[in-house]
């Protein structure tokens, strides 16, 4: 008889458990090699949809982790990230990545404990400051780097990236001073390929001082890449070689270099060393139409990289082609929004800019008519109490003495006479007071026996909203009419009708005097001169024999 055996209840227990298990464990595999494969596929991309891929990887973990509070794994994510966007040239965005990793270290309480990723950090954004031609803050952000950094190593990185910089700027003696310390640290490196990088780069600096050390320098990092087949390396030093022997004008062996740059760029299979080493044999080259053609395609190729910088992600192939066509179009609404806004921003700061021209002219307008008032009330101060008072003194004196002839005192009590006019009519206005009734006892008081003065509304303007320096004009205009008046026109008989349309006051002056010649006006055009200056009207009618009327509108 045969038997079955059946499992235990132990066994089946412990089967469902591993059953149950068996997913989250499978899971979590996928997932570390899944970051594996991306993190490989940012650092060393191999086809063009690496990068765009590993951005979108990176960025949907890093709002998982942020969402359960693994700030470490965010941080991560965001280096990575930021050098995905600097790879493919979106070095707005890459800053940005920089930036809000350091923010979320800074959040961090062990925040200070991050050394290691903070110097990581800013050599990143170093790089991007590099590639953006922000120089100066390239070297402020290194500079920060080196003051945290511990490991020989890291300081060895960052300070060659510095030396970069000035060999950018073409400032050899700063970079060459950088390069001379790394040398003599050199011997304290377990790296082989840091070595030679620091042996060749002093080599090339000292190449273009002119230092003799320069030719050693270059052969022994050539000979210690050779030695360790860094292809990369290699490339590097003769491309180094063959641009010294180009400054010596050895153009035979400068060829030969740059040849075997070009033979190893194609044994590393990058376009960019290609495009390198052509461009160096080009420019040995004595065809002027191909350095014409270079320095055409440089400048395209210049512009075009602006042009285009904001949109290097869409050369990659992120998603299928429906999405792509999307984001192109949500990409061209973006860029219509912005120039709408910059164009509506411009127009306001336009409009901002014609009014503060004609503000700011206005004050300045008003400023300099108030200096003429205040110029007329202190001249007029000045004829009263020196030229005035100093005839009357001397009339008073005069008088007493009998060998004076009285029509040598007459003579004097006209001078007098005539300086405080001159004061009395040019005197200082009180403006706080009810410029009305001021105004209606100037007008009063050419009033006589021989000459009649009516007012009509004078009253019912409210002179309380008018500006100041009108109700001045105003009252300097009557009175210079009314001068003119009695002195020349021999009228018996004078009306002044005032009116207030909208914001302007409107005042006709009539006499029945004896006119006069508009062609001469009497000495009436500084009366014109007021009213313009406020950009009001003034318009005289006159003949002789018919009176004279005035029309003023301010």
């Keep these: 008889m045969e038997y079955k055996k059946v499992p235990s209840p132990n066994h089946i227990f412990f089967l469902f458990i591993w059953i149950l298990l068996l997913p989250f464990y499978s899971i979590a595999q996928i997932s570390n090699d899944t970051i594996r494969y991306y993190h490989n596929a940012i650092t060393n991309p191999s086809v063009p949809l690496d990068l765009p891929s590993g951005i979108q990887f990176f960025t949907k973990k890093k709002q998982i982790d942020l969402k359960t509070n693994d700030t470490l794994s965010a941080i991560y994510d965001l280096r990575l990230l930021s050098i995905a966007e600097f790879k493919i040239g979106n070095n707005f965005n890459s800053e940005n990545h920089i930036v809000e990793a350091l923010d979320l270290i800074q959040s961090m309480t062990s925040g200070d404990t991050l050394i290691n990723a903070k110097v990581g950090l800013y050599n990143q954004l170093g790089r991007i400051y590099r590639a953006s031609d922000n120089f100066s803050e390239a070297i402020k952000t290194y500079d920060k780097a080196l003051a945290i950094a511990h490991k020989l190593n890291d300081s060895v990185v960052i300070l060659n990236n510095k030396a970069n910089i000035y060999k950018d700027l073409t400032e050899f003696n700063n970079a060459l001073g950088i390069y001379t310390l790394l040398n003599d640290k050199h011997s304290q490196l377990n790296n082989d390929n840091q070595k030679s990088l620091i042996i060749d780069n002093l080599g ?65 299979n990058s376009n960019s060393f290609k495009l390198e080493s052509i461009s160096k ?28 910088n904001k949109n290097a992600f869409l050369k990659y192939n992120v998603a299928e082609e429906q999405k792509k066509t999307q984001a192109s179009k949500l990409l061209q609404e973006i860029e219509s929004r912005k120039r709408l806004a910059y164009q509506s921003l411009a127009f306001v700061i336009f409009l901002i800019l014609i009014g503060s021209y004609f503000i700011y002219r206005n004050r300045y307008r008003k400023a300099k008519i108030e200096e003429i008032y205040k110029t007329e009330t202190r001249i007029a101060k000045k004829v009263h109490d020196e030229v005035a008072n100093d005839v009357y003194k001397l009339m008073a004196s005069l008088e007493n003495n009998s060998n004076i002839d009285n029509k040598l005192i007459d003579e004097m009590e006209k001078i007098y006479t005539k300086t ?129 009327k005035v029309s003023i509108i301010i």
């Design 281 to 308: 044999l080009m420019d040995m080259n004595k065809n002027p139409l191909i350095h014409e053609y270079r320095k055409l395609t440089d400048s395209i190729a210049k512009a075009k990289q602006v042009a285009e």
């Design 204 to 268: 090339y600096i000292q190449s273009k001082l002119n230092l003799p050390e320069a030719f050693e320098n270059l052969q022994s990092a050539l000979a210690l890449r050779e030695k360790n087949s860094d292809l990369i390396g290699l490339h590097a030093s003769n491309t180094h070689l063959s641009e010294y022997y180009l400054d010596k004008k050895d153009t035979t062996n400068a060829i030969i270099y740059a040849e075997k740059a070009l033979s190893l760029s194609n044994k590393i």
């Design 420 to 548: 405080r006019d001159i004061s009395r009519e040019n005197s200082a206005i009180d403006l706080n007071q009810d410029f009305g009734i001021q105004l209606n006892d100037l007008l009063l008081g050419y009033k006589n026996g021989n000459v009649n003065v009516i007012t009509r509304n004078l009253s019912k303007i409210p002179w309380n909203t008018i500006h100041e320096l009108n109700k001045t004009a105003i009252y300097r205009v009557l009175q210079e009419l009314m001068t003119n008046m009695r002195k020349h026109s021999q009228a018996t008989f004078v009306t002044l009708v005032f009116k207030k349309v909208g914001s302007k006051i409107h005042i006709n002056y009539r006499d029945n005097g004896v006119g006069c010649d508009l062609s001469k006006k009497n000495g009436l055009q500084h009366t014109e001169s007021r009213i313009a200056s406020l950009k009001g009207t003034i318009i005289f009618e006159s003949k002789q024999g018919d009176g004279f």
